[in-house]
């Protein structure tokens, strides 16, 4: 019999959680066609989302008022079911404090915006692919 419902035929999802509307749109413009791509406003929204739709990968906004994605990346660190989805940070702050305050969180990645398309899309394959290698090592 032929599981029509297999898992690898099936779009990878996609979480972009940022407050800005217009670069929800333009990242899920970019994305829509490849991936399952849903969003978040805010980071409280974000962490109750991610149970119920399971994402393969989140771009994570870093600066975001109230809950801001730093503190959304370690409350989901502290969670047995998301602590292994990779996160790529977005920021549109590109000094060197910033982003060494990024990376010390050590996500799967980081883009500064707006994100280039083929940056986007790369950069998400190469860590889409990382997260599948390091399931299998497990």
Do not use: W
């Amino acid at each position: 019999m032929i599981d029509f419902n297999y898992k690898k035929s099936a779009k990878k999802k996609i979480m972009i959680v940022d407050d800005t509307a217009i670069m929800v749109r333009n990242i899920k413009n970019i994305l829509g066609d490849k991936y399952t791509v849903f969003y978040a406003t805010s980071g409280e929204q974000a962490l109750h989302i991610i149970p119920e739709k399971e994402p393969d990968l989140i771009l994570l906004d870093y600066k975001m008022p109230g809950m801001d994605g730093k503190q959304v990346y370690e409350e989901m660190l502290k969670d047995e079911d998301m602590k292994d989805i990779p996160v790529i940070f977005l920021t549109s702050t590109a000094d060197e404090k910033t982003i060494l305050s990024i990376l010390s969180t050590k996500p799967a990645g980081y883009i500064l915006k707006p994100a280039n398309q083929a940056d986007l899309l790369e950069k998400i394959s190469t860590c889409l692919e990382n997260a599948e290698k390091a399931k299998k090592e497990d």
